[in-house]
């Protein structure tokens, strides 16, 4: 009988590395078709319906890309970290901490401030958050050797209940005191992101050149290829003099920092105020998805956040035929499950192997004699 062959790639040509990925997406929008068959919806329908109001015109498309630039930049601090195995798990923290020190900036700074200093400074101000609020897992994970899953979720926790007290529990500058329910002060228009068209701002070029300089330092300087000895074996790190902890130290610290522009940015271009509410939508959790999906390489999370961002865009659309928001979810799950397990693929080559040929012994004769 023959049995199944699995042997690791030597090489990924760039046939396997787009073909087994778009060939996973076909297999989940087939599932997905099934799905809504048997829920009693027409899957022509529903994905004719997902392209219009994510991907087809101006409108459509602006939306998706909005939605997809916090989704890059919190998938890039998960790739980052990934890379040397160190598990950051609280870009969600991160992001809150990133949008409240923008918040801070962008009320505290003269509103007459030009746009490019006060925007520059509220990105500023979000990078230095988010990593002085990673930093507060990263000095112990790089010196103690305490795990960072623990205290990175921990503290996604805390950065939540701060931000909800700074609007909902307290009478901060951050809060307007003029409405009757809690609610973020406004930043001024000097603090808004400049708008490239419509509602996209120019986050989505921030978010794509920093992923652009991210596969560049991962590929071609030395701190990355102390990332990348680090990630593959950081014993051999360690004999080879490269300082783990520093290097990881710097690492999380750079993590957090992606996420809290992140949050720098949805204050300066969606939300225009520290929003509780529409921040916290585990845009966080979600980068941790996008990083797998992307295999922790920085340009494959752009695709892959623009895609998850497609999806999201068009839920309310999909929604209004009659699909469920339930579906919705599934769907986006399916995709993900589905290119996560073709990854598989990309990595190995899975052959049938066949049986050894059989070979007749020869009987020997019992009489022991001949004719």
């Known amino acids: 009988m023959s049995r199944i062959m699995v042997t690791p790639r030597p090489q990924r040509s760039m046939g396997v590395r787009i073909g087994v990925p778009s060939l996973s997406l076909l297999v989940a929008m087939l599932l997905g078709a099934l799905i809504l068959v048997l829920t009693g919806a027409d899957p022509v329908?529903?994905?004719r319906t997902m392209f219009d109001a994510s991907l087809n015109g101006t409108v459509a498309l602006e939306r998706t890309l909005t939605y997809a630039t916090p989704l890059i930049?919190?998938?890039?601090?998960?790739?980052?970290?990934?890379?040397?195995?160190?598990?950051?798990?609280?870009a969600e923290g991160q992001l809150f901490m990133g949008a409240i020190g923008a918040s801070a900036v962008a009320l505290t700074l003269p509103s007459g401030t030009p746009t490019v200093l006060m925007v520059g400074a509220?990105?500023?101000?979000g990078a230095l958050a988010g990593l002085v609020w990673a930093g507060f897992a990263a000095v112990p994970k790089a010196f103690l050797g305490t795990d960072e899953i623990i205290t990175t979720l921990m503290l996604n926790f805390v950065a939540l209940a701060f931000m909800n007290y700074l609007i909902f529990g307290s009478f901060s500058f951050l809060r307007d005191?003029?409405?009757p329910v809690p609610q973020g002060e406004a930043?001024?228009?000097?603090?808004t992101m400049p708008s490239i068209s419509g509602r996209l701002h120019i986050g989505i070029l921030i978010a794509v050149g920093l992923a652009v300089v991210l596969w560049w330092v991962l590929r071609s300087t030395t701190f990355g290829f102390r990332m990348r000895t680090i990630g593959d074996s950081p014993r051999a790190a360690r004999y080879a003099g490269i300082g783990v902890p520093l290097t990881t130290l710097a690492v999380l610290s750079i993590s957090g920092a992606l996420a809290g522009v992140a949050g720098a940015i949805e204050v300066s271009g969606v939300t225009n105020r520290l929003d509780p509410q529409s921040l916290a939508i585990e845009l966080g959790y979600t980068g941790i998805v996008i990083a797998a999906v992307a295999r922790l390489n920085p340009i494959g999370v752009?695709?892959?956040?623009?895609?998850?961002?497609?999806i999201a865009a068009a839920g309310g659309s999909m929604q209004s035929i009659g699909v469920q928001v339930?579906?919705?979810v599934l769907l986006q799950g399916l995709i993900f499950l589905s290119v996560t397990a073709g990854e598989f693929f990309v990595t190995n080559k899975v052959a049938l192997r066949p049986p050894?040929?059989?070979?007749?012994q020869p009987v020997a004769d019992p009489v022991g004699g001949g004719a």
């Open 73 to 90: 930049l919190t998938g890039l601090a998960a790739a980052i970290a990934f890379r040397v195995k160190v598990y950051n798990i609280g």
């Open 45 to 47: 329908e529903v994905y």
């Open 122 to 125: 509220m990105m500023v101000a």
């Open 177 to 179: 005191p003029t409405r």
């Open 187 to 191: 930043i001024p228009a000097s603090a």
């Open 326 to 328: 339930q579906v919705v």
């Open 302 to 310: 752009v695709p892959v956040a623009v895609l998850l961002a497609a």
């Open 356 to 360: 050894p040929p059989t070979t007749i």
